[in-house]
């Protein structure tokens, strides 16, 4: 029966004298019902955007709870990340920041690879893997872990890396795989090389002479968990 029906059918009875104080609460019952329907259905077509999410519910909890520390899954992750990866930070091999787009881990290609190289090392595979432990310690979201290969300006030349590209992909499949092979579900990962397309910081001065610390700097590994 419709809110309008309730309220005719209570009108007349009003009319008739017949009106109780319990009849409100048909109208607050129908009132109640149709908001449910309407947030399942907002929930229904809605596609979850996990930090405005993190960012509202910690609005609320400060305000309502009045939460010191609020915590949530993108936050536990970077907390741990901190953590797990505390002496390779303080080496600063890696920097871990927490934006609006999730996390970014930036780790330096020398700490991973030997140069023209797109096997990682065994000290790589041992961060990797705490990586891949802190991600899927927050098993009830599915983050996504984009990686990004980057490389300086000097050109690549050999057999198996004729350019830049095929280094940088490959390097970042490469994490892929040993992802993949851990037990992280392939449809939550994305590998992509940019060569020197992205860089830094610039690779050469206004000379064209080259910057040897810079293109350190360029020469990169990305993920991103979103």
């Known amino acids: 029966m419709s809110l309008q029906s309730h309220h005719n059918r209570y009108r007349a009875r009003e009319l008739e004298g017949e009106a109780t104080e319990e009849d409100w609460l048909i109208s607050y019952a129908d009132m109640v019902t149709l908001l449910m329907c309407f947030f399942l259905a907002m929930v229904t077509i809605s596609k979850v955007d996990v930090t405005l999410f993190e960012q509202m519910k910690k609005g609320l909890r400060s ?31 890696v ?21 023209g190289k797109a096997e990682f090392s065994s000290d790589a595979e041992g961060i990797l893997a705490r990586v891949d432990s802190a991600i899927r310690g927050i ?8 990686i990004e290969g980057h490389t300086d300006n000097v050109p690549m030349r050999s057999a198996q890396f004729p350019s830049n590209w095929e ?10 795989k040993f992802l993949i ?24 001065d206004s000379t064209g002479m080259a910057i040897p610390e810079n293109q350190a700097l360029n020469r990169r590994i990305v993920l991103r968990i979103h």
């Open 63 to 93: 305000e309502i709870g009045k939460e010191k520390e609020v915590k949530t899954p993108l936050a536990e992750i970077k907390k741990d990340l901190d953590s797990l990866l505390a002496h390779e930070k303080a080496e600063g091999s």
């Open 181 to 204: 092979a851990r037990g992280m579900p392939a449809d939550r990962l994305k590998a992509a090389g940019y060569a020197d397309t992205k860089p830094k910081v610039p690779n050469q």
């Open 167 to 176: 280094l940088s992909v490959s390097r970042a499949t490469n994490i892929v």
């Open 139 to 146: 098993d009830y979201y599915r983050f996504q872990v984009d």
């Open 95 to 115: 920097a871990i920041e927490k934006g609006p787009e999730g996390i970014v881990l930036e780790f330096s290609s020398a700490a991973f690879y030997q140069i």
